[in-house]
């Protein structure tokens, strides 16, 4: 770890200065004098407040602690499953300069925060041509180390997706090739990086953001899928001989409408080996449908 103690007059790792307490088992620190055993327990306050800073941004604010009044109940959790994590993504990302108590300093979303260090630095510029603003506000920098991080962060996203929308072309232009047929593989591979461009495109400065968004939005919640299959299932147990007089969809004339919604209740979406979990080139479709 970064952050240093100083015990028994040695400079060392907060890492390197825990040791096993022989009668407990639990981790303390190395011998050290009364007054660098309380420093090196303020510095090792900073260091779990940062880790938990961390681990927010990477993985959404889930402590109970912070639980909100929603997600105190089952049936709040069902309602906010896979929405949780947009508020805290739309903050790391567009959040304007706060104080962040849990890292002592200075913080903001790394898209927002690199946008506004660029835009000022261009304002201020006295240097005509766009290649010389450019070199003049490089320059006249005075961002620190953490907003260097923050605008690699934006780099990264941007690229990513400028990476992710090229090999999406090159594949839809192989798919709609009509002298080779597409492999399985292939659905497989373009459903992967189409439905990654579209996660990441909805929280990033991209020209898709605002649909990408509104997609996942509009899409149902968990809890109100679930209970739809469940209701179609229990009422087609009125009539489990009833089966279907012509095609509908997927389901072709002569199944029965009993295994239809009992395979719908399991998540399929159809017959077992043409549902979207074994048919890519179904997914697919489905996945471009809802992006219009």
């Known amino acids: 770890m970064k952050r240093k103690v100083v015990l028994g007059g040695k400079e060392m790792s907060l890492y390197e200065a825990y ?21 090196a327990k303020k510095i090792e306050v900073e260091a779990i407040n940062e880790i938990r800073e961390m681990n927010r941004r990477l993985n959404g604010n889930y402590t109970s602690m912070s639980k909100s009044v929603l997600s105190q109940n089952a049936g709040g959790r069902m309602l906010e499953l896979f929405r949780k994590f947009l508020v805290p993504v739309l903050m790391n990302r567009w959040r304007g300069d706060f104080i962040n108590h849990e890292i002592g300093e200075v913080d903001g979303g790394f898209y927002r925060r690199t946008m506004g260090n660029m ?14 603003k450019l070199r003049d506000s490089l320059k006249r920098s005075t961002v620190v180390q953490q907003d260097k991080e923050k605008a690699m962060k934006a780099l990264h996203d941007v690229v990513l ?9 090159i594949l839809s232009i192989m798919e709609d090739d009509d002298d080779e047929e597409f492999p399985m593989a292939g659905y497989y591979l373009l ?20 649909a990408e ?33 012509r095609d509908s969809g997927v389901w072709t004339k002569g199944e029965s409408k009993l295994k239809a919604r009992f395979l719908q209740s399991l998540g399929f979406t159809g017959p077992i080996f043409e549902s979207v979990q074994f048919d890519p080139e179904t997914a697919l479709k489905n996945f471009r449908m809802t992006q219009k």
């Open 19 to 39: 040791k096993v307490n022989p009668v407990d088992g639990k981790l303390i620190f190395k011998q050290g004098t009364k007054a660098e055993i309380e420093k």
């Open 119 to 132: 835009w000022r630095a261009w304002q201020t510029s006295t240097e005509a041509g766009i290649i010389n």
């Open 161 to 169: 997706l400028a990476i992710l929308s090229s090999l999406v072309a």
């Open 191 to 210: 459903y992967l990086l189409t439905t990654t461009r579209g996660e990441i495109a909805a929280f990033a400065p991209w020209y898709t953001m605002p």
């Open 213 to 245: 968004m509104l997609r996942i939005l509009r899409s149902p919640t968990a809890m109100t899928t679930s209970i739809e299959r469940s209701i179609k299932l229990v009422r087609q147990l009125l009539d489990p001989t009833a089966v279907y007089q």
